[in-house]
């Protein structure tokens, strides 16, 4: 009589992967402004369009879980409603003389480390414990997120501030420093991916 030998099961055979989908995402950065700006109400929004990332899932050991994106500098652009030549001189300072997107091509988020509590039926608070490399600066950068999986799809809701300062940005100021955008930054997200087989 032959004993079977049961294969033992590695924990990355629990993993599932999933690609982010940004037709159905949406990601912005929300700058503030402050002098004279401010008075006016002004606080432009940067639309992110061109990003891409994997998350690999343990449904078993969340903390196990992983994410990666990364964002194309030279993608983001302002949304707000002001004049052609106000958006191109804006996009102009902003891929060339903050993001400096010729020297630093990429934007990278990853996380390794998290913690998730449920909340529902596939529903959870991720706790991010990653770090983000922005200009060739690398820095701890938690962010929390409410997750949804529902099929095949994995939905992640959320917003994080970041300081300019702590990747050497210097906030941008114009017309002799009476308008200039204050250091903190909000991103907001709201990023669908898909189940990969």
């Known amino acids: 009589m032959h004993s079977v030998v049961e294969p033992i099961a590695k924990p990355e055979d629990a993993t ?39 998350v690999v899932l343990n449904p078993d050991a969340l903390e196990e879980s992983s994410l990666r994106i990364e964002i194309d500098p030279v993608s983001l652009f302002v949304k707000d409603d002001i004049s052609e030549k106000d958006r191109t001189e804006i996009n102009r300072r902003m891929h060339v003389e903050v993001l400096e997107a010729d020297s630093y091509p990429e934007i990278v988020y990853e996380c390794s480390r998290l913690s998730a509590s449920t909340i529902g039926e596939g529903q959870y608070w991720a706790a991010l414990n990653g770090s983000l490399t922005l200009r060739g600066v690398k820095c701890a950068q938690p962010v929390s997120a409410r997750v949804s999986m529902i099929g095949d799809m994995l939905r992640a809701t959320g917003e994080v501030s970041i300081r300019q300062s702590d990747y050497g940005i210097e906030p941008v100021s114009a017309a002799g420093g009476t308008i200039k955008l204050k250091d903190e930054l909000k991103l907001s997200f709201d990023i669908s991916a898909r189940k990969q087989a």
Request: proline share 5%; no cysteine.
């Open 16 to 54: 599932v992967r999933y690609s982010i989908e940004t037709k159905g995402s949406t990601f912005t950065v929300r700058a503030f402004a402050t002098g004279l700006l401010s008075t006016l109400g002004h606080n432009p929004t940067i639309a992110i369009p061109d990003f891409k990332g994997d």
